[in-house]
């Protein structure tokens, strides 16, 4: 029988490449308002579908699965999506798949910008099971109206669920019930006939007791805590992290009692069985923040559950605490003091709290008085030994903040001049980023496609072992700056899609404070987020608007090379 060349069955072969496998992420995510209510989707049921799709295709294997339980479809900053992407970013995820649209997003605009620009930028497919779509399948992308149709009515699902729950805890507060998360330190949740309710605790409401009796008793409020600490007895925040393992944000949280907590507590109505509710209001569906509500529009209902003090001891510890606040005001000296320019800005860089501003006086050698302000963190003796720093003088913070926003605005005018020079050559900034863009995913596609062709050779031992690790190490290389590469275009464009560069919010800001003699408020409150202080010699500052700056500093290095 004739030998068959096998030069020639390398070609056949390789003539029909073998079906690609898709490292494939299940995601499934269930919102706060979805949890818990009949009928609703859970997370369960949600990976039991997809889990079934998956295996069902010999095409798909699971990579891992991505779960956000309790996390509005409202945005992307999800803490699974967030590992997800980067698994993405890292190569190790090119398929997601999803039980239906809404479980991937609810906001319209980011959702079709994932969806029509940067998986397919990333040569990452997208499925959705019960949606019936498939980002690989034949005309997957010609049913984007219908697509968009569905992610405009996810979005408009959002807005509708926040006003009826807005207008459900209205007609709960106006019943009579609690409509908190969480029960204040002292009660606990029931439901009663009436609705949702609070009871004493059994174990905090006796603190709450001796903290109200200490205070009509006149003990201070420092005190108050020196004695709860000594006695071991946690703080609110920290008892809601044992009991609910809550965590009311990132930064660092005390463990022991404030003397701002004990002065929460002694005004607060709700001891003597009242509530008081509607203090501040959120409603996305107007796309509004939250927002502080005049008192007197406060939800107040009285005698509303059980008081654990009575008003007697009610009144004589807020007695206590008006005599002090009188003393305080009327008796001690008055300074007019200067505006504190840097209120709500500085924080600490060890646990994020806000800093206070202090006042002192000193005499000197020579016997002449001086006076200065610092800003202390209240939280500095509960910071690692290496972290803490004592307090930072008002005029260190001023001269290194004055001098990096005055470096930064001047460098905001040289940003606006290179940037009003590439605008009158281009018409269009974002067709350059659409040419590299698409010249970046042809190279991408090459290297996918040498990558698979490699293996294939390999196989057929027309490569060697040796040289197929080399050249697959450096493909793999080049396969991840391209896709990096496509990540940081992909996140301008969609930038620029939302904001040209004429209408930069960052430019907007700078340019009402160029050539700056002094550093005002009103200079800190257009361009800055925050400043982080971690001792004298460690003072940062975090600008607003993050993206328009960097799209502006990329576009300037392309202008200058």
């Not at 003539?15 to 496998?21: C, D, G, K, L, N």
């Not at 800005?345 to 610092?374: D, I």
């Not at 697959?472 to 939302?498: F, H, I, N, P, V």
């Amino acid at each position: 029988m004739a030998r068959k060349s096998r030069k020639g069955a390398a070609r056949q072969a390789s003539s029909v490449p073998a079906e690609r496998i898709w490292n494939t992420a299940l995601y499934a995510r269930l919102s706060v308002e979805d949890s818990g209510r009949k009928g609703a989707d859970t997370i369960d049921t949600q990976i039991e579908l997809v889990m079934g799709y998956i295996n069902g295709q010999e095409h798909l294997r699971l990579y891992d699965t991505y779960i956000d339980n309790g996390e509005s479809g409202k945005d992307f900053d999800r803490p699974a999506w967030n590992r997800l992407m980067d698994d993405i970013r890292s190569g190790k995820i090119d398929c997601v798949c999803v039980k239906d649209l809404s479980r991937f997003g609810r906001n319209y605009i980011e959702t079709c910008e994932y969806l029509e620009k940067i998986f397919p930028f990333m040569d990452v497919r997208f499925i959705s099971v019960n949606d019936g779509y498939d980002s690989e399948s034949k005309g997957g992308y010609s049913e984007g109206l219908i697509l968009a149709l569905k992610n405009l009515m996810n979005d408009r699902h959002i807005k509708d669920i926040s006003r009826k729950v807005s207008s459900s805890k209205k007609a709960q507060r106006d019943r009579g019930e609690f409509t908190g998360a969480f029960a204040p330190y002292g009660y606990r949740k029931t439901v009663s006939v009436r609705g949702k309710s609070l009871v004493p605790d059994e174990e905090t409401a006796p603190i709450v007791r001796d903290i109200f009796r200490w205070r009509s008793e006149g003990m201070g409020q420092a005190a108050i805590c020196k004695t709860l600490d000594e006695m071991g007895i946690l703080p609110p925040a920290a008892k809601l992290r044992e009991r609910y393992n809550v965590y009311g944000g990132e930064y660092y949280k005390a463990t022991v009692w404030q003397p701002r907590a004990i002065k929460k507590m002694i005004q607060n109505r709700i001891y003597l069985g009242h509530l008081v509710q509607g203090k501040t209001c959120q409603a996305l569906y107007e796309i509004k923040g939250l927002e502080s509500v005049p008192e007197s529009e406060w939800h107040i209902t009285e005698c509303a559950h059980e008081p654990i003090v009575s008003l007697e001891l009610w009144e004589a510890a807020n007695a206590v605490c008006e005599e002090r606040r009188r003393v305080y005001f009327e008796e001690r000296p008055r300074r007019d003091l200067p505006e504190n320019i840097f209120k709500g800005f500085l924080v600490c860089g060890a646990c994020g709290s806000k800093l206070t501003r202090r006042y002192n006086k000193k005499v000197n050698p020579s016997g002449k008085e001086y006076e200065y302000f610092y800003y202390v963190c209240a939280l500095n003796h509960q910071h690692p030994v290496d972290q803490r720093f004592p307090m930072v003088r008002f005029d260190t913070i001023y001269d290194v903040v004055f001098t990096t926003v005055s470096n930064e605005l001047k460098s905001a005018k040289n940003l606006n001049d290179i940037i009003e020079k590439r605008s009158a050559r281009q018409v269009n900034p974002r067709t350059v980023i659409d040419a590299e863009i698409s010249y970046t995913a042809l190279e991408l596609e090459k290297v996918t496609e040498r990558i698979s062709t490699l293996y294939e050779n390999y196989v057929l031992k027309i490569i060697n072992e040796q040289d197929f690790v080399r050249f697959q190490a450096d493909y793999k290389r080049k396969a991840e700056s391209y896709r990096q590469r496509m990540e940081e275009l992909s996140k301008r464009a969609a930038l620029m899609a939302g904001t040209s560069i004429s209408d930069n919010r960052w430019l907007i800001a700078a340019r009402a404070f160029q050539n700056p003699v002094e550093l005002t408020r009103e200079m800190l409150e257009a361009i800055v987020d925050r400043i982080e202080v971690s001792g004298p010699e460690t003072i940062i500052v975090r600008w607003k608007f993050k993206d328009e700056l960097e799209l502006l500093e990329s576009c300037a290095r392309e202008e200058a090379s």
